[in-house]
């Protein structure tokens, strides 16, 4: 794995990145978190282990993030992770990994450009109309995990995510809060692994 500033639609930005063989995961953090968060859980060491070729993006929304400038519009950001992914993979499908904010951006760039499937934890803002009118035309794999003692995102609002996505699915974290991949880590190594082989086969 390799650390780089790569420069995207205008910041420069950290990203951790592992090349391998197969379809791109791209992480991209919450709010209140960087790449690191990845490191921290050691999903990027079991992806290196197997060879999953992958990038950890710190973001221009994040308030910790190793980005310049920082902004929080939605379009922008989603600019960076597009050119980002096409810098590293060129023209490889990805797998999205968005907690949080970074969930939302990842719901707005798929309805823009082609994913291989999303893995969402508690993203916010995820029934915006503009949202909602694209999903009933996914047909890719997505996995929503939220946690029960959440209390920034609803279950409510994502039970009503999982029904309105084609192929969606929620699964809850029972105990867990609103970073729910770091209270069970390994359970979301599983979630990952899951939606990753799903994926493929798309």
């Not at 797998?95 to 760039?109: F, K, Q």
């Not at 974290?173 to 939606?195: C, I, M, Q, T, V």
């Amino acid at each position: 794995m390799n650390e780089k500033t790569l420069k995207a639609a205008g910041y420069q930005c950290k990203a951790l990145i592992s090349q391998g063989t197969g379809v791109p995961v791209v992480f991209l953090h919450g709010f209140s978190y960087t790449s690191d968060i990845w490191q921290r859980i050691s999903v990027t060491q079991l992806l290196e282990e197997k060879k999953v070729p992958f990038m950890a993006l710190d973001m221009p929304y994040g308030s910790k993030s190793d980005c310049t400038p920082k902004t929080h519009d939605p379009e922008a950001n989603v600019a960076v992770a597009k050119e980002a992914i096409e810098s590293v993979f060129n023209s490889e499908v990805p797998v999205l990994v968005g907690a949080s904010l970074g969930g939302n951006i990842a719901l707005r760039y798929a309805e823009r450009f082609p994913v291989r499937g999303l893995l969402l934890t508690a993203p916010a803002c995820a029934l915006e109309q503009s949202l909602l009118q694209a999903y009933s035309n996914w047909s890719f794999p997505v996995r929503v995990i939220w946690g029960s003692e959440d209390n920034i995102i609803s279950g409510e609002e994502m039970r009503t995510l999982a029904q309105k996505l084609p192929n969606g699915k929620l699964v809850t974290y029972e105990g867990a809060d609103h970073s729910a991949y770091k209270n069970d880590p390994d359970r979301f190594k599983r979630d990952l692994f899951e939606l990753y082989v799903a994926a493929e086969q798309m």
